[in-house]
């Protein structure tokens, strides 16, 4: 068998690039993914693993094609080396044995004759070593021919008796002889020429192999790479969506986490563990304080009746002083009855967040009405009321907007000093309603102002009010603003009082 045909039956038998070596990755891949690592690790080397092996099996490939092209490489430049200078040989054998055969028959020297016998076994065996190369048929028979040529000229020329026109007879056949020379010779160059450019042929041939790979393999080496991202980063993108849900108090949804790692679904159930217990737990907090709420009110409505009869004089005249423990007492039973109605209305957003009831309503009035409900305590501390004097209407929940405003005016009132003033402001521009109400008081340190929100936070700032808030008036207010889809955010004004603003939609949908 000839080098070029050895080369391409052997890049026909299984160095070249097929679809069914591409395939071997697919069942490797569903073999690991059916496994299921049970940690993060094992599917992280598995993922690590699947991606590298596509460049290791290119990488295989290219090596030993590569391997193989350069070992017949080798093989053909020693080939054609061993070639070109045994047919130099053969030339000059060929003349030595001429002059050797001539001069026997004009001589007939003894010495002569055995210089031939020696220089035509010295010939054989050069013959020999070219038929060893095995360049091609052709060369092969050409050498048997000369072969044959060069045995009868030697029965020719030592043959007994010695006969000169014999010898030179024989002698006379050399010239066939070096025409057979010369065409060996050019068969040999022939096959050098023809197997250099099979070479060529096969070095674009393993130049395309090797690209073929790399068009091949980093393909597929991205698109396991892109399938294994996205095998770990959507759990960790649904653990951290529960954690951010429940971060936000939203218990109602099942924590799912579609993983291929057993740890990261035990991770998962565990979230939605921690769920239901924090739903069990919300809910817990929420009947509680529903219970204590309307428990607390019932004795409230009584103290309240309490101080309307002393404050109406229907048990009897009251004095200066008696009438002013009077007017403290019904101030205090109302801020209790806020803190009350407060705490309810914060136990019902926690479960009914999104549950709105919109309607048309004048601002005005209902500004109005809420000053009204705090006029005891606007009286008692001379504070003077600066509110809008246009009307303006909007679409809201009005129950929700009037315990809102009532939070941020009697906060106001709490704060404000004796003969404070109090600025409550609305305007409504390209569908925005915007709402301020400031104050005189000792306003809001910059590192409380976002605290200040979180449900049952006191701040350190003190005040005179007679009843401790529970620190969820404001969120409250929060809450509200926010279910209307605005927000709600508290600086201090030039005099150094709290201001609180809140941006909203005018209008909700109805």
Same mark, same amino acid.
């Given at each position: ?27 490797? /891949? ?7 690592? +049970? ?82 076994? %010295? ?7 070219? $038929? ?9 028979? +050409? ?54 450019? $099979? /070479?060529?042929?096969t070095s674009a041939g393993a ?15 991205l698109l396991l790479m892109l399938?294994? !991202? ?11 969506? @529960? ?21 990261? *679904?035990?991770? #998962?159930?565990?979230? *939605? ?23 607390? +009110? ?8 309490? =101080? ?38 914060? @136990? ?14 004048? /601002? ?20 003077? /009321? ?37 600025? =409550? ?8 309603? !915007? ?5 005189? #008081?000792? %306003? ?9 929100? !979180? ?15 529970t620190g969820i008036g404001l ?14 955010? =508290? *600086?201090?004004?030039?005099? %150094? ?14």
């Amino acid at each position: 068998m000839y080098l070029l045909d050895d080369l391409q039956i052997h890049s026909r038998s299984g160095f070249t690039y097929s679809p069914q070596d591409c395939g071997l990755i697919l069942p490797v /891949m569903r073999l690991t993914l059916s496994a299921r690592p +049970k940690s993060v690790r094992g599917l992280l080397l598995a993922s690590f693993g699947l991606v590298a092996l596509p460049l290791v099996i290119a990488i295989v490939y290219g090596v030993h094609y590569v391997g193989e092209l350069t070992e017949r490489t080798e093989r053909l430049v020693e080939q054609g080396v061993q070639a070109t200078r045994l047919s130099r040989q053969l030339t000059s054998d060929l003349t030595s044995m001429e002059r050797s055969a001539r001069q026997y028959a004009v001589l007939g020297n003894d010495v002569l004759r055995n210089r031939f016998a020696d220089q035509h076994a %010295g010939l054989q065996a050069l013959l020999a070593s070219l $038929a060893e190369l095995q360049l091609s048929e052709l060369h092969e028979r +050409k050498l048997e021919e000369l072969a044959g040529l060069v045995d009868q000229i030697r029965e020719g020329v030592i043959a007994d008796p010695f006969e000169p026109t014999r010898i030179e007879a024989a002698a006379v056949r050399f010239e066939s002889v070096r025409g057979l020379s010369q065409e060996i010779t050019a068969l040999g160059n022939r096959f050098i020429d023809a197997e250099l450019d $099979a /070479m060529d042929r096969t070095s674009a041939g393993a130049r395309n192999f090797l690209l073929l790979n790399i068009f091949a393999v980093l393909p597929a080496a991205l698109l396991l790479m892109l399938i294994f !991202t996205a095998l770990i980063s959507r759990p960790i993108a649904q653990i951290r969506h @529960a954690i951010s849900r429940l971060g936000e108090g939203h218990f109602d949804q099942p924590v799912v986490v579609s993983a291929p790692s057993g740890e990261l *679904d035990a991770l #998962g159930s565990r979230l *939605d563990w921690m769920r239901r217990r924090l739903a069990e737990l919300e809910e817990e907090k929420n009947q509680f304080l529903r219970q204590m709420s309307h428990e607390l +009110k019932t004795p409230l409505a009584s103290i309240r009746e309490g =101080v309307e009869l002393i404050r109406d004089r229907s048990l009897g005249p009251l004095t200066e002083a008696q009438a002013e423990v009077a007017d403290i007492l019904q101030a205090s039973s109302l801020e209790l009855l806020s803190l009350i109605e407060n705490l309810l209305n914060f @136990a019902a957003w926690q479960q009914h967040r999104s549950q709105l009831q919109p309607a048309r309503f004048d /601002m005005r009035a209902l500004v109005a009405e809420i000053v009204k409900r705090h006029q005891l305590t606007i009286d008692r501390k001379n504070l003077a /009321m600066i509110l809008p004097e246009a009307s303006l209407t909007v679409v809201a929940d009005r129950d929700q907007m009037r315990l809102v405003l009532s939070n941020l005016v009697g906060n106001a009132v709490k704060f404000s000093p004796e003969r404070g003033r109090i600025t =409550v402001r609305y305007k409504s521009q390209r569908g925005k309603l !915007t709402l301020t109400v400031s104050d005189e #008081g000792p %306003g809001v340190p910059a590192d409380e102002r976002e605290h200040i929100f !979180t449900p049952f936070y006191q701040p350190g700032t003190p005040t005179n009010a007679h009843v401790q808030g529970t620190g969820i008036g404001l969120s409250v207010v929060r809450e509200g603003v926010r279910a209307h889809g605005g927000d709600v955010a =508290v *600086d201090n004004t030039s005099e %150094g009082g709290a201001c609180f603003r809140i941006v909203m939609p005018a209008e909700q949908e109805m």
